[in-house]
């Protein structure tokens, strides 16, 4: 089955600065990718997410790149705010579940 | 509110115990997937429900079981339970199966004593 690689598992960044998490996965029939942010004790929320037809999608602040070729996506969070502190989840799916990486623990140091 | 519902927000139990965890989808979603969630730990998948039959699997002990209903809700049962079931579960649904967004429950913290 799939399987999804995430790093860093900690992240501190300064207020401002840009943080980037980055994904692998297994199955090349992976075809949906969203990202999850769960602050603490409260539910995972998807944040963004990108299909195999698209390299890069943005909302914001916040952009995911995806290399089919290399089986990588990647978060990118710019002007980070202290209230972007949270876990951040990637997850993959080749068209039944989601496989999900085992989290990043972003801090924005303000 | 992700529009899934998750009953009860918290429960403690004795280990040996039997438990029902319960959830209800968001409306029109058709898939409902379960998730265990230990201290620190990530999203392990349990088991995957679509349009009331069983559609995947992943590390669910013989212990934990499973259904999705007539009426979409679905529910996790776990039985003789052990110290290291004690976590949240997370419910999930879709409207599809897999490719589409998922929209998480609250969570079931569960704590075995």
């Known amino acids: 089955g799939e399987n999804v690689e995430q790093h860093p598992s900690t992240l501190s960044v300064q207020e401002g600065d840009s943080a980037v998490i980055k994904c692998t996965y297994s199955?090349?029939?992976?075809?949906?990718f969203p990202w999850y942010k769960q602050e603490l004790g409260k539910r995972p929320q998807l944040i963004i997410d990108i299909r195999s037809n698209v390299g890069e999608k943005k909302d914001q602040r916040i952009a995911v790149t995806l290399n089919k070729t290399a089986k990588h996506f990647s978060l990118h969070i710019t002007e980070t705010q202290p209230e972007d502190s949270a876990v951040y989840f990637c997850?993959?799916?080749?068209?039944?579940?989601?496989?999900f990486g085992t989290g990043t623990s972003l801090t924005v140091i303000p | 509110d992700s529009g899934v519902t998750q009953t009860p927000k918290h429960l403690i139990t004795a280990t040996g115990q039997r438990v029902t965890l319960r959830c209800s989808p968001r409306s029109g979603d058709l898939s409902v997937y379960w998730y265990q969630q230990s201290l620190d730990q990530g999203l392990q998948f349990l088991i995957q429900y679509y349009n009331g039959e069983e559609r995947a699997k992943g590390n669910i002990l013989e212990r934990f079981s499973a259904q999705q209903f007539p009426d979409l809700h679905s529910e996790l049962n776990l039985s003789s339970l052990e110290l290291g079931d004690s976590a949240l579960y997370f419910c999930?649904?879709?409207?599809?199966?897999?490719?589409?967004?998922?929209?998480f429950g609250q969570g079931t913290r569960l704590t075995v004593v």
């Open positions: 199955d090349s029939a992976s075809n949906y």
């Open positions: 999930a649904s879709s409207e599809y199966t897999g490719n589409t967004e998922a929209f």
């Open positions: 997850a993959a799916s080749p068209g039944n579940q989601f496989y």
